[in-house]
């Protein structure tokens, strides 16, 4: 199986309080992503990188920042926590920009904003 | 902004029945992709197909993609337990090697 982890697995926070999620990997695939998953509406793209610096922003970033600083850790963290950010986030990694390979998923991290 | 449409939304199977699910777009696909989530984890990868008409086979899994590359189809073969989970299609969205997904099929298969 593909290393990649995401811390932590499990989280409760206040509204109003900074978090920051962690994804890493052992597989130094240059492409990583962050996904949130609701009932209802799926898996939404957060933010992505293609490499070291290089990020962007996907169809729901708005209160979420990201960074990568080095290529096997990739950092999603939201500023001031609100309810509405309560989900289940999935980091995943990829090797191939075609999407041949597909995408390998971390196993979650669930975030309850109180 | 592509629609991934998934149906059914919920089914409820026996042991050794068969089924099939849906995965239509409301754009031609580009690189379709089947994954399947069991509880606590994240989706698994299960096939990629790409060519309009292709049939892949992964054990009791078929998966079928339509000649205008506009909707596909899973069909799992005498269900086991072993399958419950719930199954995502998935295309890339425009550059980058973004996937957009559909909202899934969540499948149980009982004894």
């Known amino acids: 199986d593909a290393g990649i982890t995401q811390s932590p697995r499990h989280k409760v926070t206040e509204t109003g309080t900074p978090v920051t999620l962690r994804c890493h990997q052992t597989?130094?695939?240059?492409?990583m992503y962050w996904y949130r998953q609701d009932p209802g509406h799926g898996l939404r793209l957060i933010h992505y990188?293609?490499?070291?610096?290089?990020?962007d922003k996907g169809e729901v970033s708005d209160g979420y920042s990201v960074s990568r600083s080095k290529t096997e850790d990739f950092l999603l963290t939201l500023e001031s926590a609100t309810s509405s950010q309560t989900s289940v986030y999935f980091c995943a990694i990829s090797e191939s920009i075609t999407g041949t390979y597909g995408y390998t998923f971390g196993s979650g991290t669930r975030l309850t904003v109180v | 902004t592509q629609l991934l449409e998934q149906s059914p939304q919920f089914l409820s199977i026996q042991e050794g029945e068969n089924l099939t699910v849906y995965c239509n777009s409301s754009s031609v696909f580009s690189s379709l992709q089947w994954y399947r989530q069991e509880p606590g984890e994240g989706p698994v990868l299960l096939v990629t197909?790409?060519?309009?008409?292709e049939v892949k086979k992964l054990k009791r899994l078929t998966f079928q993609f339509g000649d205008a590359r506009k909707d596909s189809s899973l069909h799992i073969t005498a269900a086991q337990p072993g399958d419950t989970g719930l199954y995502l299609c998935?295309?890339?969205?425009?550059?980058?090697?973004?996937?957009?997904f559909g909202t899934g099929t969540q499948l149980k298969v009982e004894l």
């Open positions: 197909v790409v060519t309009g008409g």
């Open positions: 597989e130094n695939h240059r492409y």
């Open positions: 990188s293609y490499g070291v610096k290089d990020t």
């Open positions: 998935a295309d890339l969205t425009g550059g980058g090697n973004k996937l957009t």
